[in-house]
């Protein structure tokens, strides 16, 4: 048995009420001047600095692995949709550097939604006791196609100001729980939307 080494950062799959991600996001833009490489599955935060775009589109950047988050990207574009052809309807990575022009994201910002994201493989494994706690992000790099981003497990703890809460092991008959590359169920605990809360 052993789980596949597959990272593809966080993937919406439901909500803590225990429906099915039904594809809601907003849109949100990325400045030109924005160096950051940004892929499906990246997790983002409001970028203080740019405030929004010339059409009044918040702005975001990628998220450090601490701190509150505004959601994550789950559609890419290189021109503002719905007004000039997008090259691409079905790019998931902006590369690293400065752009010439404005790029937008669609992103998951709903507080309750529960998201599929594979754990780091070195340290300590997240065990069944810590479902309740919370824990940071690790970054990752994308592979060019995909967000590399996974689940911290050195964080762990019920402190408010974790990122992520754990709600589970995913229940699937290819993950199994405590081998390397498991994957997990989780929300956004500490949400620019939602003031994070203490783990259980």
Same mark, same amino acid.
């Given at each position: 048995m052993s789980n596949q080494n597959r990272p593809s950062g966080l993937r919406p799959v439901g909500n803590i009420r225990g429906n099915n991600y039904n594809g809601s996001a907003r849109l949100y833009s990325i400045a030109a001047a924005n160096v950051n490489a940004f892929a499906m599955g990246d997790p983002v935060i409001t970028d203080g600095a740019v405030g929004a775009d010339s059409r009044g589109v918040p702005a975001i950047t990628i998220a450090p692995i601490t701190g509150p988050l505004r959601g994550v990207i789950v559609g890419l574009f290189d021109t503002y949709p719905g007004i000039a052809q997008v090259s691409d309807p079905n790019r998931t990575i902006r590369t690293s550097g400065a752009k010439t022009t404005v790029w937008y994201a669609m992103v998951c910002d709903d507080p309750d939604t529960l998201f599929e994201v594979q754990e780091?493989? @070195?340290? @300590?494994?997240?065990?069944?006791?810590d479902v309740g706690l919370n824990v940071n992000l690790v970054a990752g790099t994308n592979?060019? #196609?995909?967000?590399?981003?996974?689940?911290?497990? @050195?964080?762990?703890a019920v402190t408010a100001t974790l990122q992520m809460r754990v709600f589970g092991p995913v229940q699937r008959q290819d993950? #199994?729980? $405590?081998?390397? #590359?498991?994957?997990?169920?989780?929300?956004?605990?500490?949400?620019?939307?939602?003031? $994070?809360?203490?783990?259980?």
């Open positions: 780091i493989e @070195t340290g @300590t494994l997240l065990a069944l006791a592979n060019g #196609f995909i967000s590399g981003w996974l689940l911290g497990n @050195t964080t762990e993950n #199994f729980i $405590g081998l390397p #590359f498991q994957k997990w169920l989780v929300s956004i605990n500490a949400h620019e939307l939602n003031g $994070g809360t203490a783990g259980l």
